[in-house]
């Protein structure tokens, strides 16, 4: 569908009489499925999480099993056979049933000046400039550095030559390294690298 405008949903979807939110993971709420209902339709959603939680299968909607397309075609053929069962359901279908945009913009926008109010006085800014609130190091998460290096156990070297020997990836090596992390685990990571940094050390003593 692209891009569109704020606000510009409903009449979008006023040509439409079905919708579909076949999410493979538990959403939590799916404010989609919300708008859906706001704008008249009559949704097809997979039985998890909050979709399968406010969809009544065949009250306000259908529901189904995950990880069964067949059941989603079925339903569809049979529902494009049988139009008044598509209107039944649609009988039952009102704004009422979920919230809408704005007023979960509000919720969220509430939320949030709540969380950034309790925000210490040391990190107060000028007035009229919002709070940025905490920094990712702040909440414990580490980044890895652009210039990393891995000091070999028991070098006496000066630091700077250290770091022209000991591997400092590449963006392509990254890439590598990151892959073998992933399959292998910080600590095998860690032995190669340190492995790879002393191989460099002894060739350069030689």
Request: a positive charge.
């Amino acid at each position: 569908m692209g891009p569109t405008a704020p606000g510009s949903l409903p009449q979008i979807l006023a040509g439409f009489s079905m919708s579909m939110h076949f999410s493979i993971w538990p959403e939590t709420y799916c404010i989609s499925l919300s708008e859906a209902w706001s704008a008249g339709l009559v949704p097809i959603v997979s039985d998890t999480g909050a979709l399968g939680e406010r969809v009544a299968d065949g009250i306000n909607g259908f529901k189904l099993p995950m990880g069964e397309s067949g059941a989603i075609v079925s339903l569809v053929r049979r529902l494009v056979a049988d139009r008044g069962e598509v209107e039944r359901v649609r009988a039952n279908v009102h704004a009422g049933l979920g919230v809408g945009h704005q007023e979960h913009v509000q919720w969220l926008s509430g939320l949030y000046h709540g969380l950034l109010a309790q925000l210490p006085p040391w990190r107060a800014r000028d007035p009229g400039v919002p709070p940025r609130g905490q920094t990712l190091k702040e909440i414990g998460v580490l980044l890895m550095d652009r210039e990393w290096t891995i000091q070999p156990r028991g070098a006496t070297v000066v630091v700077n030559e250290v770091a022209q020997l000991v591997p400092t990836p590449e963006p392509g090596r990254l890439r590598r390294v990151y892959r073998y992390f992933r399959k292998n685990g910080a600590v095998n990571t860690a032995r190669r690298l340190a492995s790879e940094a002393v191989r460099r050390l002894s060739g350069a003593a030689k």
